[in-house]
């Protein structure tokens, strides 16, 4: 495996249901960034770890959402309650903490709340 | 706070037109400018990485310069094909504090026809 994976790659859910997406990033990179991008629109930024500490989190990520990432590997993200609105897709990134940083994105998980 | 513009929304040329895509972002201070391509439900597959201190980069028939100071990037494709149709964004990462992460502009939705 030589990217970015992520599961499930498309999640179907119902109003006020609690819905959780994994990512397993490049396996030497040691930053990791999630995303949400809806139709249209470029990709906004949520939060982001270097290990497995959570450096910062974007005022987007509402108290209904919470990430992790135990031991700096893979990363899980959590929506309580859902509503409409958190309809998206959620990408995850990882890139090195070195150098440049390129970043290097995952194929999504496409979020449906019905 | 940076914002990431690319204008127009859209564009069709003919099969083998050398075209330009632009990006302009607002606060100059960035480390560096990342062009990626999204195909339709699709994740984000980085295509080239500027560094602020680069004038350009080159991958192929793909050509991306940058002009820190007047806050423009553009991504050159020569001789296009209908396999080049596809969600062109621009990124840019800024230069200070230790979070790397990236404000995205809308996108460009290209079409090639045949």
């Known amino acids: 495996d030589t990217g970015v994976s992520q599961n499930p790659r498309h999640k179907i859910t119902k109003r006020g249901q609690n819905v959780t997406f994994r990512c397993d990033p490049i396996s030497e990179h040691n930053r990791l960034y999630w995303y949400r991008q809806t139709l249209g629109q470029g990709p906004e930024f949520l939060t982001y770890f270097q290990n497995e500490a959570q450096l910062e989190k974007s005022r987007l990520l509402s108290d209904r959402f919470s990430a992790e990432r135990p031991k700096g590997s893979f990363s899980t993200l959590e929506i309580q309650r859902t509503e409409q609105g958190d309809s998206a897709m959620y990408l995850c990134a990882s890139s090195l903490g070195l150098g440049v940083g390129e970043q290097f994105f995952g194929p999504g998980t496409r979020l449906t709340v019905l | 706070k940076q914002e990431v513009t690319q204008i127009p929304a859209a564009l069709s040329v003919p099969e083998g037109e050398n075209l330009v895509l632009n990006c302009s972002f607002t606060d100059s201070a960035i480390y560096n400018l990342q062009w990626f391509r999204q195909d339709p439900g699709k994740g984000l597959t980085s295509l080239l990485l500027i560094q602020s201190s680069q004038r350009e980069q080159t991958s192929g028939r793909l050509n991306a310069s940058l002009d820190k100071s007047s806050g423009r990037s553009t991504l050159y494709i020569a001789a296009s094909q209908p396999g080049d149709s596809a969600t062109y964004l621009c990124?840019?990462?800024?230069?200070?504090?230790?979070?790397?992460?990236?404000?995205f502009g809308k996108g460009i939705t290209l079409s090639v026809r045949p």
């Open positions: 990124a840019v990462r800024p230069s200070t504090g230790a979070n790397s992460k990236l404000t």
